[in-house]
């Protein structure tokens, strides 16, 4: 596998370095695995989706990056959703962010399932980049209980709105990146509406390819190189691409019209509430045009009033 030697310092101001970790929180680690786990990815990439940063003491390691660092950590009612982002602001400036819930949990069985998503600028070219991160329901393809059914309607499910909200940003001109824990083995998830930057006959959990980063075809994006990060605490080990930008800076879009932020799928009661108000939110109902209108029109009312995510 072609190895990148992506640390904080890029070859090019045009590159930019993405990873992908599961920091293991079932059963939970000691602070000091965690810490090492984190602080070991940190040097490794400039924008990283987490998975399984349930405890808030996972948090806090993430936090204790330092200032140098943004973070998009949503909650979801009082449910702070463990699939966060986090970006070095030196290399990206935050557009919007928000969440889908893909679907609800079942006992004993799976927590809720998400994706997360940030819209960020690249400083070094203007260029905007879309960076989602998930974690889909485990054991729908590595076992057969009574609960493999659910797990597998689970998955489906949460594929299908994946691959909406991919083509969603595309159909708006934007670099797409996906990253996460996607519970099946060497298995092109997305089909053929990716690219695929890891190779699938090389392991991130063991022996099994179930840690991804893919992208949405584009004539801006391209991968330099990814490779398998290993050495975590972690039960998962890290996927890290660097990808080139080129082109040109998307040009503004337009002023929304006005009756937008008045939309009823919009409810932003505060603006500090603002990402957990955001696109496809809302698309926890089974209606991808719902999704769609809620994603539209929370986004009109973000460039009406400014607002980030």
């Excluded at 799976?110 to 989602?132: C, D, Q």
Aim: glycine residues 6%; aromatic residues 8%.
């Amino acid at each position: 596998m072609a190895k990148v030697h992506a640390h904080h310092h890029h070859p090019s101001p045009n590159t930019f370095t993405t990873a992908t970790l599961n920091v293991k929180s079932n059963p939970e680690m000691s602070q000091k695995k965690v810490n090492h786990d984190v602080r070991k990815a940190s040097h490794t990439a400039d924008l990283i989706g987490w998975n399984e940063i349930s405890p808030k003491r996972y948090f806090a390691a993430i936090k204790a990056l330092g200032p140098k660092w943004g973070h998009y950590m949503p909650h979801d009612g009082h449910l702070r959703i463990p699939n966060p982002i986090s970006w070095k602001k030196s290399v990206w400036k935050e557009e919007s962010s928000g969440f889908v819930k893909t679907h609800g949990g079942k006992a004993k069985v799976s927590p809720n399932r998400y994706i997360t998503w940030v819209k960020l600028k690249n400083r070094a070219t203007g260029k905007e980049v879309v960076r989602m991160n998930t974690h889909l329901v485990s054991g729908a393809w590595s076992h057969h209980d009574g609960t493999t059914a659910w797990r597998r309607k689970m998955w489906n499910t949460h594929m299908r709105k994946l691959d909406h909200l991919v083509k969603h940003f595309e159909k708006q001109g934007l670099d797409v990146v996906v990253g996460g824990d996607f519970n099946r083995d060497s298995y092109h998830v997305l089909g053929k509406d990716v690219a695929y930057d890891n190779k699938l006959n090389v392991g991130t959990h063991g022996h099994s390819t179930y840690d991804y980063l893919m992208h949405a075809r584009s004539n801006d994006l391209h991968l330099m190189g990814a490779h398998v990060n290993r050495g975590f605490a972690s039960d998962h080990d890290e996927v890290v691409a660097t990808y080139s930008l080129s082109g040109h800076a998307k040009p503004k879009a337009h002023a929304a019209p006005k009756h937008a932020a008045a939309h009823p799928a919009v409810k932003p009661s505060h603006p500090a509430h603002a990402a957990t108000a955001n696109p496809v939110q809302a698309a926890s109902s089974s209606d991808s045009v719902t999704q769609s209108f809620t994603t539209f029109f929370t986004q009109l009312f973000q460039t009406l009033f400014g607002l980030e995510g």
